[in-house]
């Protein structure tokens, strides 16, 4: 017998400001045709990607520094309000100490006045980090809270894997998330994962770790590269996403008809057709922005979120539900009012 589901808790609490940053570097799906020797016009019809952004050096702190630099401008607070750093990237620029520490120093945020520290879900590690925030915020545990996905995908595709190839791009995306203000409808309502680890192969990164650590003669030069089996990915997301989503919005208590936008994981043209397709949201209620930004792994939603906010295409008071699926197989979805 499954035990019942925990009460319906809303927290008070608001993203503040949101900012991002995308390396100067386009490539352009044109490009990459000539690179691999894919014929004119397969990676757009295949993936929905026109164009991504490479990285030319920075390293993810530097990325994830000045998407927060903007964040806080926009929330109106610098470095010295903060007083929680939540990494949320599927890549580490370094496996100690932690991206977060490392971000902190690029920022010059005062010592000892922040916590730092990582949370690691893959491509919904925002989502799971969202939520923890909002937790910590409206606990009164932390005041300000930082959290930020920067990923550099760019470096470690394998080329002989065309389709996960072309797909991804670079960028950084952060959110300050505070207390609402008396009076404001800000909130987040509901945060649910779930994980289903029979697909914990299908997306893979195996080297970098203690089983196959880089010292190790056995380790391969094909283990320190990106390994996705994109069909098997797609397959398992499309049968178990539908079935989640009615679940969410059944304890929610919210109509889909009643969103202002979906913000979803960029994951590839199949799976944002998704959505409207068999998913019962509209076309027009589905921000994307993979065509010329690829699929920019855990950074993907908070970027969406940023762009959809800068451009006036979310706006305050409205209901947002960001929802994705990262390797594991893990699905996440929260709903909140901006």
Same mark, same amino acid.
């Given at each position: 017998? +499954?035990?019942?589901?925990?009460?319906?808790?809303?927290?008070?609490? %608001?993203?503040?400001?949101?900012?991002?940053? &995308?390396? @100067?570097? %386009?490539?352009?799906?044109?490009? &990459?045709?000539?690179?691999?020797?894919?014929?004119?016009?397969?990676?757009?019809?295949?993936?929905?990607?026109?164009?991504?952004?490479?990285?030319?050096?920075?390293? *993810?702190?530097?990325?994830?520094?000045?998407?927060?630099?903007?964040?806080?401008?926009?929330?109106?607070?610098?470095?010295?309000?903060?007083?929680?750093?939540?990494?949320?990237?599927?890549?580490?620029?370094?496996?100690?100490?932690?991206?977060?520490?490392?971000?902190? %120093?690029?920022?010059?945020?005062?010592?000892?006045?922040?916590?730092?520290?990582?949370?690691?879900?893959?491509?919904?590690?925002?989502?799971?980090?969202?939520?923890?925030?909002?937790?910590?915020? #409206?606990?009164?545990?932390?005041?300000? *809270?930082?959290?930020?996905?920067?990923?550099? #995908?760019?470096?470690?595709?394998?080329?002989?894997?065309?389709?996960?190839?072309?797909?991804?791009?670079?960028? @950084?995306?952060?959110?300050?998330?505070?207390?609402?203000?008396?009076?404001?409808?800000?909130?987040?309502?509901? @945060?649910?994962?779930?994980?289903?680890?029979?697909?914990?192969?299908?997306?893979?990164?195996?080297?970098?770790?203690?089983?196959?650590?880089?010292?190790?003669?056995?380790?391969?030069?094909?283990?320190?590269?990106?390994?996705?089996?994109?069909?098997? *990915?797609?397959?398992?997301?499309?049968?178990?996403?539908?079935?989640?989503?009615? +679940?969410?919005?059944?304890?929610?208590?919210?109509?889909?008809?009643?969103?202002?936008? *979906?913000?979803?994981?960029?994951?590839?043209?199949?799976?944002?057709?998704?959505?409207?397709?068999?998913?019962?949201?509209?076309?027009?209620?589905? $921000?994307?922005?993979?065509?010329?930004?690829?699929?920019?792994?855990?950074?993907?939603?908070?970027?969406? &979120?940023?762009?959809? #906010?800068?451009?006036?295409?979310?706006?305050?008071?409205?209901?947002?539900?960001?929802?994705?699926?990262?390797?594991? &197989?893990?699905?996440?979805? $929260?709903?909140?009012?901006?």
């Amino acid at each position: 017998m +499954n035990p019942s589901p925990p009460p319906l808790l809303l927290l008070p609490v %608001r993203i503040a400001g949101l900012g991002s940053y &995308l390396p @100067a570097r %386009r490539v352009t799906s044109v490009e &990459l045709e000539e690179r691999l020797g894919l014929p004119p016009g397969w990676i757009e019809r295949r993936t929905g990607v026109r164009e991504r952004r490479y990285n030319t050096g920075e390293t *993810v702190a530097f990325m994830a520094a000045a998407a927060i630099r903007q964040a806080l401008a926009d929330a109106g607070l610098d470095t010295g309000d903060v007083d929680a750093f939540i990494g949320a990237s599927s890549g580490p620029q370094q496996l100690i100490p932690c991206t977060a520490v490392l971000v902190q %120093r690029e920022l010059g945020a005062p010592e000892g006045r922040s916590a730092c520290f990582d949370l690691n879900a893959t491509c919904i590690s925002f989502l799971v980090a969202l939520q923890t925030a909002a937790h910590f915020v #409206a606990s009164g545990v932390y005041h300000t *809270v930082i959290v930020f996905s920067a990923e550099i #995908a760019s470096r470690s595709l394998n080329p002989c894997q065309k389709e996960s190839y072309v797909l991804f791009g670079d960028a @950084a995306a952060a959110a300050v998330v505070t207390l609402s203000r008396p009076g404001e409808e800000s909130a987040l309502h509901l @945060a649910r994962f779930a994980t289903h680890s029979s697909g914990a192969d299908h997306t893979r990164f195996l080297g970098a770790g203690s089983r196959h650590h880089p010292n190790d003669p056995s380790t391969t030069a094909a283990m320190n590269l990106f390994d996705m089996d994109g069909p098997a *990915v797609f397959r398992q997301a499309a049968r178990l996403i539908g079935p989640f989503l009615d +679940n969410f919005f059944d304890t929610l208590g919210w109509q889909r008809e009643s969103l202002a936008a *979906v913000v979803p994981h960029q994951a590839s043209s199949r799976a944002l057709a998704l959505l409207t397709a068999r998913l019962g949201f509209r076309q027009e209620q589905v $921000v994307t922005n993979l065509r010329d930004r690829g699929n920019c792994i855990a950074a993907s939603i908070p970027l969406a &979120l940023c762009e959809a #906010a800068r451009t006036g295409r979310i706006a305050r008071g409205q209901r947002l539900l960001l929802v994705g699926t990262g390797a594991g &197989l893990t699905l996440g979805a $929260v709903a909140l009012t901006y």
